[in-house]
């Protein structure tokens, strides 16, 4: 009796970390959203493989509304103060979101951040395509300024 | 127990990041050789690790035990740590050399977090859980020192130590060197490969049986090898699997070893696997020294201060067309903020622009929520995550009491304030920074570190329509790099909080037709963005 009440304490406590893990590994550090493929980039250089898997993901970026925020960031370990680095980082992150744009042809609401670890932490870089929900687009209604008629 | 299922479910529902790669002994290490790793302070990790094994030397031929294993991080340097040998309870712990109730403790005492190169001791008792009444409750103690260097994805750990054996009547047992050698490498950030062997010079076997007039005991050097992998399955979850052999004369022909250990942050303490698993990130002590962003978003501390004043306004900041600046998110609290006028006077030193003044009009409300609503939230909150639909831009909320309302979740970010840089920022055709560009950013930069407002930060690039639309989109993005870039390496912006996009010139606010409205068009804006109430 004593046995059985410990495996079902067992049990229960496996399914509820099973669920946990599950349910948090849909985030990310950002808070964000749905990810579509996370992209190791070996030595912070784009090569075809790194295109391949971009490549991969793209039918289902085609799939996406335009009312939606894609979001490509850029994870490195380096230093946030090092303007090069920093540059680096973001125009890695351009490149591929050019990639998209010219190559593919998408027409896509590409938000592009990136995300300095420290430098310490030696895994590599890696390109994360994500999707922010819902509709974003009234943001680009804004008009500063707007010209008066 | 259904008290224990609601505790179950709280646990789950509030899930933190952890440090996630306990052994099967519950040490912080490979599948059996510890290493000088410790798990992080508040951090909790527990293991079911189920263990097949054939041993011809023994009458019993085979075993199969389920040993359990659970983790605390007590400090940054130390964690303590503990192991049932077999909840299957089928007695085969013994012929297993597994059989023992652990309790120990590691500390960590040379290298930090982060170091390539670090060394700790595991201390740590064994207490024989045996079918054997002579061996039941005797009490093994040992010493170790862990040496482990790990660089890129590659690590080596190899520890030594001393084990006391406790006093068995009627049997001598010697004390035993024990030794251990792991290498790691991460194939992929999500799966590591890892190549274990430990070693003593006289590993005590004892088979007992109750038909037996005295229970068979063997002394003989032991060396196990194995060969395994661990597969982060998330930050929380680690699938781990190993196969071995042992080359003693009493070891095991074959042990088949799988396991499943889940870690939480508890308390306060929260902290991401860098990477899946792989070794714990330091503090980004780059960030601390550069300024950093006590970033309050809202809490109902704001409630009891009197309305928040915002700081003075930039000559750089524009007026905010109200209703028309929202993006549509799902955050967590519910936090709702009226549209700011922020006011503007915007004199640009190139473009003069005249804006009249307008009084700001903030609210904040903050519904009070019913407990069974917060119930039926957090399920479905839980739900959704489960199933995929993830939230957006989390409000953390600091404060000793605070209340999230929750039966409205707030869907929309707004755009708070904004500001306007002409083109004098970058040359013609150019995306360096002018002069007069970095103290532009410099005085937004000033802003973002008194605002206490804004959850993220958004830089638009824009151009006029010379040129092709690629070209446009090119060059625009390029400057929003440059002003991302300068924010974030000289002002100590975090680059986390910051979005950037190349908008080309597909949105103009003048006619490109004449050369005052392309220089109109030639600009790049900063928004700041937070939380707007759902409609």
């Known amino acids: ?149 | 127990m259904s008290n224990l299922i609601i505790a179950l479910m709280v646990v789950c529902l509030t899930p933190l990041w952890a440090i996630a790669n306990p052994g099967q002994s519950g040490s912080s290490g490979l599948l059996t050789v510890s290493t000088a790793e410790t798990l992080d302070a508040g951090n909790i990790c527990v293991g079911a690790w189920s263990c097949y094994g054939q041993n011809s030397s023994f009458s019993q031929k085979s075993f199969l035990i389920m040993p359990v294993s659970i983790t605390m991080g007590i400090g940054t340097f130390w964690e303590v740590y503990g192991a049932y040998p077999n909840i299957f309870f089928n007695g085969d712990e013994d012929v297993s050399g597994r059989g023992t109730l652990d309790l120990g403790t590691k500390l960590r005492f040379l290298g930090g977090r982060a170091s390539d190169f670090k060394m700790a001791v595991d201390l740590l008792g064994q207490r024989h859980i045996s079918e054997s009444r002579k061996l039941d409750g005797v009490t093994d103690y040992s010493a170790k020192l862990v040496t482990s260097y790990n660089r890129n994805d590659f690590g080596i750990h190899v520890t030594a130590g001393y084990l006391k054996p406790g006093d068995v009547t009627g049997i001598t047992i010697e004390p035993e060197f024990i030794f251990g050698a792991g290498v790691e490498y991460a194939v992929i950030p999500r799966l590591k490969l890892l190549g274990e062997v430990t070693a003593g010079t006289n590993r005590a076997y004892l088979e007992d049986n109750r038909e037996w007039p005295t229970p068979r005991f063997f002394s003989e050097y032991s060396v196990e090898a194995s060969f395994g992998a661990q597969y982060f399955l998330s930050p929380h979850i680690t699938l781990n699997t190993s196969i071995g052999t042992g080359f003693g004369a009493k070891d095991p022909d074959i042990k088949f070893l799988f396991g499943i250990s889940s870690c939480q942050g508890v308390g306060t303490y929260v902290k991401p696997i860098p990477t899946v698993g792989r070794r714990a990130a330091a503090k980004d002590k780059t960030k601390e020294a550069l300024k950093p962003l006590k970033i309050i978003p809202i809490s109902t501390l704001l409630l009891k201060a009197a309305a928040p004043q915002s700081a003075p306004v930039s000559k750089h900041e524009v007026e905010i067309e109200a209703e028309q600046e929202e993006i549509q998110i799902k955050p967590y609290g519910q936090v709702v903020i009226a549209p700011q006028q922020a006011s503007s006077n915007l004199t640009s030193p190139v473009i003069p622009v005249e804006i009249p003044l307008k009084a700001r009009d903030e609210e904040i409300i903050l519904k009070s929520p019913k407990t069974e609503d917060r119930e039926s939230s957090a399920v479905e909150y839980t739900m959704k995550r489960i199933s995929g639909v993830t939230q957006l831009y989390r409000v953390d909320v600091k404060g000793p009491h605070v209340p999230l309302p929750v039966d409205v979740i707030p869907e929309k970010m707004t755009v708070y304030r904004k500001f306007l840089f002409p083109d004098v920022m970058f040359d013609f055709d150019q995306w360096t920074l002018s002069p007069v560009g970095k103290k532009m950013l410099s005085e937004v930069a000033e802003k973002i570190r008194k605002d206490k407002k804004w959850l993220y930060i958004k830089i638009d690039g824009h151009t006029d329509t010379i040129g092709s639309k690629s070209y446009n989109m090119d060059l625009s993005l390029k400057r929003s790099i440059a002003a991302a870039s300068y924010l974030i390496s000289h002002e100590g912006v975090d680059p986390a909080k910051v979005f950037i996009e190349g908008r080309g010139q597909s949105s103009p606010i003048a006619e490109n037709d004449t050369a005052v409205g392309r220089r109109n068009n030639r600009r790049t804006e900063i928004l700041f963005l937070v939380a707007k109430e759902a409609q």
């Open chain 1, 1 to 149: 009796m004593k046995s059985v009440i410990s495996m079902n304490i067992i049990v229960t406590g496996l399914v509820v970390m099973l669920l946990n893990g599950y349910a948090a590994a849909a985030e990310t550090t950002l808070d964000a959203t749905r990810t579509l493929v996370v992209v190791p980039v070996k030595n912070g250089n784009i090569d075809q493989k790194v295109y391949r898997q971009i490549d991969r993901v793209v039918p289902e970026l085609k799939t996406i509304s335009n009312k939606k925020i894609v979001k490509l960031e850029y994870s490195f370990s380096g230093q946030p103060d090092r303007k090069q680095e920093v540059e680096n980082a973001y125009h890695l992150a351009a490149r591929i979101e050019k990639y998209l744009r010219v190559r593919h042809n998408l027409d896509l609401a590409l938000w592009i951040t990136i995300d300095v670890r420290p430098k310490s932490v030696k895994t590599p870089p890696v390109l994360t395509l994500a999707v922010f929900s819902d509709d974003i687009k009234k943001l680009d209604a804004v008009l500063i300024n707007p010209p008066k008629n």
